[in-house]
């Protein structure tokens, strides 16, 4: 049972491009969320999915940000017309339900603006 | 607003000794804690959880303590080890949305 799959691991963008995150929650977790970390800081959070649906976009900056989980295929980050201040790394988190129990993470993926 | 936070942002302790990392959380709603690992370059791993209905769990060298009285949440090591070495973060569930939200962290250091 492979684990919060996220990729890529490492994402280099110039100012004004787009990326996009992917993550693929655990086999069986149908809810998902999105952390933002900078470097020596905390996990801030973003955005609560469950499939096609947002549940509690809070932590989301009104503008350049959206995120989706569609009913089929991963859960994707996507960050228009990136600024150096996006470089972070992005981590996801999926879980079965609502309760939380079984919290699990991905490796993360470290986007650095150039 | 509130927010769960540390009480030490580092800790530095000799191999063997036991390690306590401290956490504070302010909201009273919340019913579910997590606290987690991270080594450089990786994300969080999952120690152990504490649900609010307990004031303690452990685990295989690791202690959980809540008290909801202070609002106060603990994370022991015993015999803490070099490979301990990470960064230690609470993180609590308030109950709404389901969200996890995460304290700044404590960076613990393992002397040889």
């Known amino acids: 049972n492979a684990g919060v799959m996220q990729n890529p691991r490492h994402l280099v963008r110039r100012r004004g491009q787009e990326a996009r995150l992917r993550c693929s929650p655990m086999?069986?977790?149908?809810?998902v969320y999105w952390y933002r970390q900078l470097p020596e800081e905390g996990l801030k959070f973003m955005v609560y999915l469950q499939k096609e649906n947002i549940i509690d976009e809070s932590g989301m900056p009104k503008e350049r940000f959206s995120a989706e989980f569609p009913k089929e295929g991963p859960s994707i980050l996507r960050i228009q017309q990136v600024v150096r201040g996006d470089s972070a790394a992005y981590f996801c988190?999926?879980?079965?339900?609502?309760?939380?129990?079984?919290?699990?993470f991905g490796s993360g993926t470290r986007l650095t603006v150039v | 607003g509130e927010s769960v936070g540390l009480h030490l942002p580092t800790l530095s302790v000799q191999e063997g000794d036991n390690s306590i990392i401290n956490c504070a959380y302010s909201?009273?709603?919340?019913?579910?804690f997590i606290w987690y690992k991270q080594e450089s370059g990786k994300g969080p791993q999952f120690i152990i959880d504490i649900r609010s209905n307990m004031d303690k769990r452990q685990g295989q060298r690791v202690t959980v303590l809540l008290n909801k009285t202070v609002k106060h949440l603990s994370l022991q090591i015993a015999a803490t080890q070099p490979g301990d070495s990470a960064v230690y973060f609470c993180a609590e569930n308030r109950g709404n949305n389901n969200d996890m939200r995460f304290g700044a962290g404590t960076r613990l250091t393992v002397k040889p």
């Open positions: 086999k069986g977790h149908s809810h």
């Open positions: 988190a999926s879980s079965p339900n609502q309760q939380n129990y079984g919290y699990t």
């Open positions: 909201n009273s709603a919340s019913d579910y």
